[in-house]
T-cell receptor, first 112, second 110 residues
Framework: GDSVTQMEGPVTLSEEAFLTINCTYT??????LFWYVQYPGEGLQLLLK?????DKGSNKGFEATYRKETTSFHLEKGSVQVSDSAVYFC???????????FGTGTSLTVIP | DSGVTQTPKHLITATGQRVTLRCSPR?????VYWYQQSLDQGLQFLIQ???????AKGNILERFSAQQFPDLHSELNLSSLELGDSALYFC?????????FGEGSRLTVL
């Protein structure tokens, strides 16, 4: 069945460091791919998404490119801030758009 | 603000008790999803409803049940509570192929 595997955490970075959180997926057909972010004490918020191969999703300085050849959707940011400290979830929706599959989440802490 | 409302935000109860968590989806969203988030198991999909009908079932225990009402709000009922049921319970709604999450209900079972 469909599934998402993302990099284990926790990840600790210094402010202004480069961030990569790896995410790979298994799916039948052409899923949509998402990154959600959960700030402390809050629910999950959609960070970015991509709906077809080679699409790049971007928001708040974060980017991820839908790579069908490597079944990946890695999250990147060139210069992290303390305010980026959160848990990041990679997710996919199946070809019907009704079922969603989440990775286990990666906790990011950015230190000044 | 995602537009998804969950109540209560916090709930403390004892083992063996029963609780009901409520979710109001975004206006116009027909699908409601319930997830459980615990420290050691990440985000677990419990159940999905679409316009009042059960659409998909995930890792939902038999002690748990849910329903979606004609006004599209949903309730998750948890009974015979155990210590291990302590978790954050999220509701999400969807209409356009994206999930919008509420802020969650934190359940503590003592």
């Amino acid at each position: 069945g469909d599934s998402v595997t993302q990099m284990e955490g926790p990840v600790t970075l210094s402010e202004e460091a480069f961030l990569t959180i790896n995410c790979t997926y298994t799916a039948t057909g052409y899923p949509s791919l998402f990154w959600y972010v959960q700030y402390p004490g809050e629910g999950l918020q959609l960070l970015l998404k991509a709906t077809k191969a080679d699409d790049k999703g971007s928001n708040k300085g974060f980017e991820a490119t839908y790579r069908k050849e490597t079944t990946s959707f890695h999250l990147e940011k060139g210069s992290v801030q303390v305010s980026d400290s959160a848990v990041y979830f990679c997710a996919l929706s199946d070809r019907t758009g009704n079922q969603f599959y989440f990775g286990t989440g990666t906790s990011l802490t950015v230190i000044p | 603000d995602s537009g998804v409302t969950q109540t209560p935000k916090h709930l403390i109860t004892a083992t063996g008790q029963r609780v009901t968590l409520r979710c109001s989806p975004r206006s116009g969203d027909l699908s409601v999803y319930w997830y459980q988030q615990s420290l050691d198991q990440g985000l677990q999909f419990l159940i999905q409803y679409y316009n009042g009908e059960e659409r998909a079932k995930g890792n939902i225990l038999e002690r748990f049940s849910a329903q979606q009402f004609p006004d599209l709000h949903s309730e998750l009922n948890l009974s015979s509570l155990e210590l291990g049921d302590s978790a954050l319970y999220f509701c999400a709604s969807s209409r356009t192929g994206e999930l919008f999450f509420g802020e969650g209900s934190r359940l503590t079972v003592l």
